[in-house]
């Protein structure tokens, strides 16, 4: 399944009880399939809550947000949470806070939207499993607790467990948040290899601004004004890193897409 996502003029935000809260509006941009997506900006500019109206975890004020799947477009709107969950997985920032509960547990809950009511593995889905963390490099820690394990592992299995929901569409919220440095390459790198040789659609925010620069295939960066959207070439070449980075006593050097402090 090949899939990419369309917004249309969409408008991001929070109903009140007689009004909305805009936190981004007029927004006009694809995702595409097969590249690592990421998404920067300040804090507070509203990157987590566009995160959760594309998951459809909030509604969007106006616009639209189309799915097009194999050619054929559909409308988030349409969608009941069975198809969504077919479609989309989420992996977030915090911890999963879970005891006596094994790495191969936790993947096989990503199974949840094809089990049915009881949730019973079929020999296919055990194989579909076994396969999602052979994919993201932890079938030695397949027996272990969830909660032994360190914070890069654990954000491995949370990812082995969207891999199991087998959707085209892959979401995170600050996915390397917890890690050290050697960790974040990891992940960025596994987030890479898994959207190019898979083809999903991998779409993640993040604070690691120089990683995201090596690292991602398409950048959106988030300003209170306009989003820009571009390669990591793109964006410095139009000086718009620039313009985001530097500060006094910060300067981005736009060949290597790295920043320097001086000073």
């Given at each position: 399944?090949?899939?990419?996502?369309?917004?249309?003029?969409?408008?991001?935000?929070?109903?009140?009880?007689?009004?909305?809260?805009?936190?981004?509006?007029?927004?006009?941009?694809?995702?595409?399939?097969?590249?690592?997506?990421?998404?920067?900006?300040?804090?507070?500019?509203?990157?987590?809550?566009?995160?959760?109206?594309?998951?459809?975890?909030?509604?969007?004020?106006?616009?639209?947000?189309?799915?097009?799947?194999?050619?054929?477009?559909?409308?988030?709107e349409s969608l009941s949470d069975r198809q969504l969950s077919?479609?989309?997985?989420?992996?977030?920032?915090?911890?999963?806070?879970?005891?006596?509960?094994?790495?191969?547990?936790?993947?096989?809950?990503?199974?949840?939207?094809?089990?049915?009511?009881?949730?019973?593995?079929?020999?296919?889905?055990?194989?579909?499993?076994?396969?999602?963390?052979?994919?993201?490099?932890?079938?030695?820690?397949?027996?272990?607790?969830?909660?032994?394990?360190?914070?890069?592992?654990?954000?491995?299995?949370?990812?082995?467990?969207?891999?199991?929901?087998?959707?085209?569409?892959?979401?995170?919220?600050?996915?390397?948040?917890?890690?050290?440095?050697?960790?974040?390459?990891?992940?960025?790198?596994?987030?890479?290899?898994?959207?190019?040789?898979?083809?999903?659609?991998?779409?993640?925010?993040?604070?690691?601004?120089?990683?995201?620069?090596?690292?991602?295939?398409?950048?959106?960066?988030?300003?209170?004004?306009?989003?820009?959207?571009?390669?990591?070439?793109?964006?410095?070449?139009?000086?718009?890193?620039?313009?985001?980075?530097?500060?006094?006593?910060?300067?981005?050097?736009?060949?290597?897409?790295?920043?320097?402090?001086?000073?």
């Amino acid at each position: 399944m090949n899939t990419s996502i369309v917004l249309q003029n969409l408008s991001i935000g929070y109903r009140l009880r007689h009004s909305a809260k805009t936190v981004a509006n007029g927004i006009c941009a694809s995702i595409r399939a097969g590249e690592l997506t990421c998404l920067l900006g300040p804090n507070g500019v509203g990157k987590s809550t566009l995160l959760r109206t594309l998951a459809a975890f909030q509604p969007k004020l106006e616009g639209t947000i189309t799915f097009c799947i194999d050619e054929k477009e559909v409308e988030v709107e349409s969608l009941s949470d069975r198809q969504l969950s077919k479609l989309i997985g989420v992996v977030l920032t915090e911890k999963p806070d879970v005891r006596n509960t094994t790495v191969r547990e936790i993947v096989s809950l990503g199974r949840s939207p094809y089990t049915g009511f009881w949730g019973r593995l079929s020999k296919e889905d055990e194989l579909i499993v076994d396969e999602s963390i052979r994919q993201v490099g932890i079938t030695p820690l397949a027996s272990r607790l969830v909660d032994t394990l360190s914070d890069g592992e654990r954000q491995k299995v949370m990812v082995a467990k969207a891999l199991a929901q087998q959707t085209p569409i892959i979401f995170l919220d600050e996915p390397t948040a917890f890690l050290d440095f050697p960790s974040k390459v990891e992940m960025m790198q596994l987030l890479r290899r898994l959207a190019r040789s898979m083809q999903k659609t991998v779409f993640m925010s993040t604070h690691d601004l120089e990683l995201a620069l090596q690292v991602a295939d398409t950048v959106w960066l988030m300003a209170s004004s306009a989003l820009h959207i571009g390669s990591p070439q793109q964006l410095a070449e139009n000086d718009t890193l620039t313009r985001f980075v530097e500060r006094e006593g910060i300067v981005f050097d736009r060949q290597s897409l790295s920043v320097r402090v001086t000073g």
